[in-house]
């Protein structure tokens, strides 16, 4: 069953401006990855956060978690024509099985 | 170059007959995983396996069977009993089958029913 669930399913934005995703889960977890899939590629990791964390940072991504909601959110700042992709989050609870959303794709217009 | 392959990059399969997609890595995993992936769709597990000469069903492992002989080899095979095998399948692996592992993908195969 999938646990994670992604909104928006797409979102179109114009280069520098930011893109926001969300992701929705349901049961506890021990951490949320968020993985990048250019077209007819494989995913990419982007970042980890694990179940006592807020908010990290890596380059242009900022993701936060609140575990009280059930929710993360991915944030792109200054977006780039090359970000154009589908991002997808991923929960794995406590085995090592993750288990992945739909995801979102992004268009971001140059 | 580490990393993860995956071959071939296109497969087509006839009615009634079994096909086998190859996984390797160089990146010294102990854990390994396939995945099925329609489109529009997220990723679903197939199968998975923490170390060689084991592996584990994973929510959609009718029809799909593997083996894990060697370390940086983990081939699946669709076998005539899936019924609708075509998608993308993703080949992935992590150093090992933990919690808070980050799993590094293969750029997949694509599979086609003739």
């Known amino acids: 069953s999938q646990q994670g669930e992604e909104d928006p399913q797409a979102l179109s934005i114009q280069e520098g401006e930011n893109a926001t995703m969300n992701c929705s889960y349901k049961t506890s977890i021990n951490n949320l990855q968020w993985y990048r899939q250019n077209s007819g590629r494989g995913l990419v990791h982007l970042i980890l956060i694990r179940s006592n964390e807020r908010e990290k940072h890596s380059g242009r991504l900022r993701v936060t978690l609140d575990t009280s909601k059930k929710s993360s959110s991915l944030l792109i700042t200054a977006s780039r024509a090359a970000d154009t992709a589908s991002y997808f989050c991923a929960t794995q609870g406590g085995s090592e099985k993750l288990v992945f959303g739909k995801g979102t794709k992004l268009t971001v217009n140059p | 170059d580490g990393g993860i392959t995956q071959s071939p990059k296109y497969l087509f399969r006839k009615e009634g007959q079994n096909v086998t997609l190859s996984c390797e890595q160089n990146?010294?995993?102990?854990?390994m995983y396939w995945y099925r992936q329609d489109p529009g769709q997220g990723l679903r597990l197939i199968y998975y396996?923490?170390?060689?000469?084991?592996?584990q069903k994973g929510d959609i492992a009718e029809g799909y069977s593997v083996s894990r002989e060697k370390k940086e080899s983990f081939p699946l095979t669709v076998t005539s009993a899936q019924k609708n095998p075509t998608a993308f399948y993703l080949c992935?692996?992590?150093?090992?089958?933990?919690?808070?592992?980050?799993?590094?993908f293969g750029p997949g195969t694509r599979l086609l029913v003739l």
């Open positions: 396996s923490q170390i060689v000469n084991d592996f």
């Open positions: 990146l010294n995993h102990d854990a």
């Open positions: 992935a692996s992590s150093i090992a089958a933990g919690v808070s592992e980050t799993q590094y």
